[in-house]
């Protein structure tokens, strides 16, 4: 048999739970096969399956939400590990990294089996009844909305931003749009240009939007099912999803109006200031718009990231703080801002961050500890990859960024109520404070002002969304200097300087094409610096 690449085996498989040895099948068993696609009840089958891939540690249950996070100024790791991360976390990550290997083919799963079921929409409308149209087009247009995701989350991590480029020409990742349908299929794709991934990304948004219920409800089995409202890609989480990937385009108008489609809906609300840490904990809560679920029997246990984060558990990761800068051995920055630091005393959001200690004999003492995801008894924290409070903030900043560029006062005033909505609910003291610590009583005038009104979204996003898998890229987006702490030992600790653009460290902000990819195809070019 022919030697095939890693994206060529990548064929539909039926997961009804998490499948971790999927990359050890045979490919005559991961090969879609005309059968499959026989039925409703295999159609719904393998758009369950898509969602049970992006459980997977090597996903959104772990890797997504912590390589972002430690690569960046927001996390950094223990000096007691089990030598996870250990290239990230020094940003001398290589293209032989595990991880890197395991997201790249975890992705590339989720890509082909969603071709398998975009491809066999005209196979699935010859055997539908008039009463499973409304489920059968749902169906199809999550697959649609499922490839979007994974493909701008495979653009984020192996390439630079869209803007990176004037017109975008720089390399992206390969385009894979068709099933695989031969066990000696070989498939050498070549890596598009950034543009090219982008269009394909806004093109299966809007074929998602085509047929997903203009409702937002989810059909399970022939009927509306609310418990799959916020563990499925219904309309809103696929217009959350299009502001999301509009920011990384600096597409401003797209923006404000994806997020005020889901802002107006009515069906989010933000937390309180009381709940917000129990709630943000809680499966399926108010501002939840689209979370990858975990369940008793469906879960990556001791893989998770609950498990790496509490100090029961692995307890590895750990928060940044100005302390760990005093004990640095490297270059002391009196401006360094630690993710504990960015936060006053009466943010609700630095209990996420809360200071502890290691619990691991010759550990850091008061350390920030990552407090967001923690039940290693049941698991059943689901991970939560779209909030309302991201609308609220993506809406601010695309009408702040319009100000600029129109000079527009009634976009800064309506850019500046969003940003306030968001701090009001997360700071007690939020009314009393300055500009640069919480509100602005007015908008900012002139261009300086305004730029630094901007400035202060990103640090409202930072604090909003850290340990959630979103800081590095908006560190990328906007060539954002910073400053990486590779250890919070007490005697060992050091400092990184950043500087984007510049720096030895630059290239290592995003990740390299796997090895075995470069090796075994030869159309696959390997990212600048690896």
């Not at 990230?88 to 969603?114: C, E």
């Not at 085509?210 to 563990?231: D, Q």
């Not at 960024?401 to 939020?430: F, G, M, Q």
């Not at 305004?450 to 409202?460: P, Q, W, Y």
Request: proline share 4%.
């Amino acid at each position: 048999m022919k030697k095939i690449s890693s994206i060529a085996i990548l064929g539909i498989v039926l997961l009804a739970s998490c499948q971790k040895d999927f990359l050890d099948n045979r490919p005559q068993q991961s090969v879609f096969t005309e059968d499959v696609f026989s039925s409703m009840p295999t159609a719904r089958a393998a758009v369950n399956g898509l969602y049970s891939l992006m459980q997977s540690y090597s996903y959104y249950g772990r890797d997504a939400m912590v390589i972002p996070e430690v690569i960046s100024d927001n996390m950094t790791r223990s000096v007691k590990t089990g030598n996870r991360y250990t290239g990230m976390n020094t940003m001398t990550h290589t293209a032989t990294d595990a991880n890197v290997s395991r997201m790249w083919n975890q992705m590339y799963q989720v890509v082909t089996n969603a071709n398998a079921i975009i491809a066999n929409e005209e196979k699935l409308k010859a055997i539908i009844t008039p009463l499973q149209q409304e489920e059968f087009g749902q169906l199809i247009g999550e697959a649609y909305a499922v490839r979007a995701l994974a493909y701008f989350d495979l653009a984020k991590f192996f390439s630079r931003p869209l803007k990176h480029t004037a017109d975008g020409s720089h390399l992206c990742v390969p385009l894979v749009l068709n099933p695989i349908t031969k066990v000696d299929e070989v498939v050498y794709p070549a890596r598009n240009k950034a543009s090219e991934v982008y269009a394909q990304i806004d093109k299966d948004l809007t074929e998602a939007l085509k047929r997903l219920p203009a409702t937002g409800s989810v059909y399970n089995n022939g009927a509306i099912n609310n418990s799959f409202y916020k563990i499925r890609l219904n309309r809103w989480g696929t217009l959350a999803l299009k502001a999301r990937v509009a920011i990384f385009k600096e597409d401003w108008p797209t923006a404000v109006a994806a997020s005020t489609e889901v802002i107006n809906s009515g069906k989010y609300s933000l937390f309180t200031y009381g709940s917000m840490v129990q709630d943000f904990r809680t499966p399926n809560n108010n501002e939840s718009i689209f979370e990858v679920t975990n369940n008793t029997n469906d879960n990556p246990g001791t893989d998770s990231y609950a498990y790496l984060s509490n100090q029961g558990g692995y307890g590895e990761l750990l928060g940044t703080s100005a302390a760990m800068n005093s004990k640095s051995t490297g270059t002391t920055l009196s401006t360094f801002r630690g993710l504990y630091d960015s936060y006053t005393p009466t943010d609700v959001r630095r209990q996420f961050v809360a200071l502890g200690d290691r619990n691991s004999l010759g550990g850091e003492k008061n350390v920030p500890l990552c407090l967001k995801y923690t039940n290693i008894v049941t698991y059943l924290e689901n991970i939560k990859v779209m909030r309302i409070a991201e609308m609220y903030l993506s809406r601010g900043e695309a009408l702040a960024r319009l100000a600029v560029l129109n000079n527009s006062a009634t976009s800064l005033t309506s850019s500046l109520a969003d940003i306030n909505l968001i701090r009001k609910s997360r700071d007690t003291a939020s009314s009393t404070k300055p500009f640069a610590a919480s509100l602005l009583a007015t908008p900012p005038t002139g261009t300086l002002r305004a730029t630094a009104f901007i400035d202060s979204i990103i640090v409202e996003r930072r604090k909003e969304f850290a340990l959630e898998g979103q800081r590095i890229f908006d560190l990328n987006r906007t060539k954002t200097n910073y400053v990486k702490i590779n250890s919070a030992g007490n005697a060992a600790s050091r400092l990184i300087q950043y500087t984007a653009t510049t720096s030895s460290y630059y290239y290592r902000t995003i990740l390299p094409i796997p090895v075995t990819q470069v090796q075994n195809n030869p159309k696959m070019v390997q990212n600048e610096g690896f």
